[in-house]
Each structure stands twice: as C-alpha cells, then as structure tokens.
C-alpha cells in the first residue's frame, strides 16, 4: 500500500494523469439569435421576401445578420453617450466607422455614428458575394450564384471562396471572377462532360 501511495504521489504519474484529463473545447457559441416573437405575422413576411430576394438557405441566415447589426448598433449607442472628444470614442468609434466603410456599408460623407443606426439588413445582405456575383452578371440568377460558389467556380482576387455569405470589401469587390481552373472559365471540362466524353469514346470504340 506504501508502494502505492507513493507511485500516486510522485509527479510523473501526477502529470501524466493531468495531461489525459485535460479537454480542448472549440468556441462554439450561436452567431445568430432566435426572435422574441416566433410567430409575428409581419416579421415573418419580411424575413421570407429577404430569403427569396437574396437567396438565402433559410431564415437563420437573416437572424445572423440581425445579430451582427445589432452589435454594431449598440456600440454606436453606447459610444454617442461619451463626451465628443472622449478617447474610448475616438478609437472605437473610429475603428467602427472604418470597418463600415472598408466592407461598403457608409460611404466617406456619412462616417458619423448616427449613420451606423441608419444601417439596415438589406445593406448586409448587398455586401455578401452571393449578391455581387450575381449583380456583376457572372450567374443567370441569384440561385445560381450560390450554386456556383458552393461547386467552387468563383474567386477574389487568387483566393478560391466557396461561402455564399462571405462579406465583400471594397477594394476586393472588382477582383470577383471565376476561378482560373474553373470549367467555366478557362478551365478543363467538368466532370460531367468528362463522363459524357469518356462514355462517347467508349461507344466509338465499341462501333468500331
């Protein structure tokens, strides 16, 4: 038993021991936040004609949005409360305005915080790539938008993007393409146009 005590009590079991019990936990905390009213006849008007006019997947993609402007609008309150030459809203409120404008939500003549409580869903929803690939005529719809991003035709700048909510700066938004190894570029043939080819020559061969 002595034995025992002291095997448990010595610091390389201890650490051992320490080292399986320790768990790595990812940070996987809701982006989104369900209304307060789930059955608002109004709201829920609204929230279907974004989901069909941008084509979103579902309803939650709005509710992210949503919470994401509300955030930003809280700042901007919270913010306008201070003295105008206040430090904490020289720098926050600096920061805010800045990341408004790189991502296109305010132009250079409204980098006020009251034009940050003007902002709207529909001004978010503008700045996803969905949106711009769709408006820059690269897809037939905006249907098809997303199907593009998803099968991986679509890239900004050298970077291959496959998110249809990804939100677009400015400076990024004139290097919207399709992806150079894209088959609808200039890019190889699909795969079902290689099946369609390879079956094609099997049928010729057999013919033969």
């Not at 409120?93 to 529909?122: E, P, S």
């Not at 820059?136 to 098809?144: D, E, N, Q, R, T």
Request: proline share 3%; charged share 35%; aromatic share 6%.
């Amino acid at each position: 038993s002595k034995a025992t005590v002291s095997v448990l009590n010595c610091p390389t079991h201890s650490a051992d021991k320490e080292d399986k019990m320790v768990r790595k936990y990812r940070n996987c905390s809701k982006v989104y936040k369900n209304p307060r009213r789930p059955f608002e006849k109004e709201r829920l008007d609204k929230e279907l004609k974004l989901v069909g006019e941008y084509g979103l997947r579902c309803k939650r993609e709005v509710w992210r949005i949503a919470l994401t402007l509300a955030k930003m609008r809280k700042c901007a309150r919270t913010l306008l409360t201070l003295e105008q030459d206040s430090e904490r809203r020289v720098l926050e409120g600096g920061a805010l305005l800045r990341r408004c404008n790189r991502y296109g939500l305010l132009d250079q003549d409204h980098m006020k915080l009251d034009y940050v409580l003007g902002l709207t869903l529909q001004d978010f929803l503008e700045r996803r790539l969905q949106t711009l690939v769709y408006k820059h005529g690269l897809a037939k719809s905006i249907h098809h938008a997303r199907v593009m991003i998803r099968q991986r035709h679509i890239c900004v700048g050298k970077q291959m993007v496959t998110v249809p909510s990804f939100w677009v700066r400015t400076d990024s938004e004139k290097h919207i393409d399709l992806h150079p190894k894209s088959s609808l570029g200039l890019g190889g043939p699909g795969r079902v146009k290689r099946t369609r080819n390879k079956s094609g020559g099997a049928a010729a061969g057999d013919d033969e």
